[in-house]
């Protein structure tokens, strides 16, 4: 998820109870419900870099003792007051967890067994940015600061409730975990309905349902087969019709792609990659040259790509010239 709604979090976890834990507690929980993000420090090595560490080592099951240790070490050297370090670090490794848990729901995915396993694990429920979410945390930062000006705090003559914004971090921390529950529930249905179907009388070899940003009633379905992908929206009040859904073949196997293959960007990119889908075409120079582009179509297609990396790949299959990017418009 993004840093808005990790912080939330973390400030959630301490108002809804773990500020008893240990002084200083919602400036450890915040900087804990962030700290496997410090992957961002790696962006300066460029953006295949960045891909490569991002949600690395930093979001695994082994490095959450550390990535909890960090800002409990952090929060007590820059505020000089003492605090319960067990407490602190029970509490910050809640933190870590959530982070984890919230990373995991996205398309994205998330790397939990390394260094032992690359394999990522995605729930497919929101996307990195998620509006109703944003709008539960909103509620739950505001809300109390509303509350006091029509409550009793205000009556007692502004005297400070320890236990203050308690209500709306619990009602926020519920909403957003029942909220992605019923996220789970609905995308169960949207991709029962993708593998119940033909494609252009090819069975699915396997499906992907990705999240609306706004409905949690409309799904982008993604298929593959063994010929080609089909890309459907799915609405779950309305009748799935395979018959819409657009269709990307995918090429004959071609020395211009297992050269491509072999260059150590596109290596890294197809690690990353759930859904490549690969195109070849001439290049101006040099002669008889060809580019072969690879597509991730959980994030975009072929005419408006989110994650595309290029090779170009001369006559003798030779990769000249590869390159990363993270999104970019064709000319329709």
Request: hydrophobic fraction near 50%.
């Amino acid at each position: 998820m993004d840093p808005l709604t990790h912080t939330a979090m973390g400030l959630f976890l301490s108002r809804a109870g773990l500020n008893r834990w240990t002084p200083c507690a919602a400036g450890i929980l915040m900087l804990a419900a962030n700290a496997p993000d410090i992957d961002i420090v790696t962006a300066a090595g460029g953006s295949i870099n960045y891909l490569h560490y991002h949600r690395h080592l930093t979001h695994s099951l082994i490095a959450m003792p550390v990535m909890a240790l960090l800002p409990v070490v952090l929060v007590r050297l820059a505020a000089r007051k003492p605090i319960h370090w067990v407490g602190a670090y029970c509490a910050a490794l809640i933190a870590v967890a959530s982070h984890l848990a919230l990373d995991w729901t996205n398309v994205y995915g998330i790397r939990l067994a390394l260094p032992f396993s690359g394999r990522w694990f995605r729930g497919d429920l929101t996307g990195v940015v998620d509006f109703w979410i944003w709008g539960v945390c909103l509620l739950g930062v505001a809300g109390p600061f509303l509350s006091r000006l029509v409550g009793s705090e205000i009556a007692s003559g502004g005297v400070r409730d320890k236990r203050h914004g308690l209500g709306f971090a619990v009602f926020a921390l519920l909403a957003v975990l029942v909220y992605d529950g019923g996220r789970a529930v609905l995308h169960a249905r949207a991709a029962a309905q993708l593998e119940a179907r033909l494609y252009r009388e090819s069975a699915p070899l396997r499906v992907a349902a990705l999240p609306s940003a706004v409905n949690p009633l409309v799904w982008r379905g993604l298929v593959e087969t063994g010929e080609f992908y089909a890309l459907a929206g799915v609405n779950l009040a309305d009748e799935f019709d395979p018959a819409r859904a657009a269709i990307f073949h995918k090429p004959e196997p071609e020395p211009a792609i297992e050269a491509a293959r072999r260059a150590p960007l596109i290596a890294e990119f197809l690690r990353f990659a759930q859904f490549p889908l690969w195109r070849v075409t001439p290049a101006d120079q040099p002669e008889n040259a060809r580019l072969v582009e690879v597509f991730d179509l959980r994030f975009g297609t072929p005419r408006e790509p989110a994650f595309v990396a290029s090779a170009l790949v001369d006559s003798r299959l030779q990769v000249t010239k590869t390159s990363f990017e993270f999104g970019r418009v064709r000319p329709r």
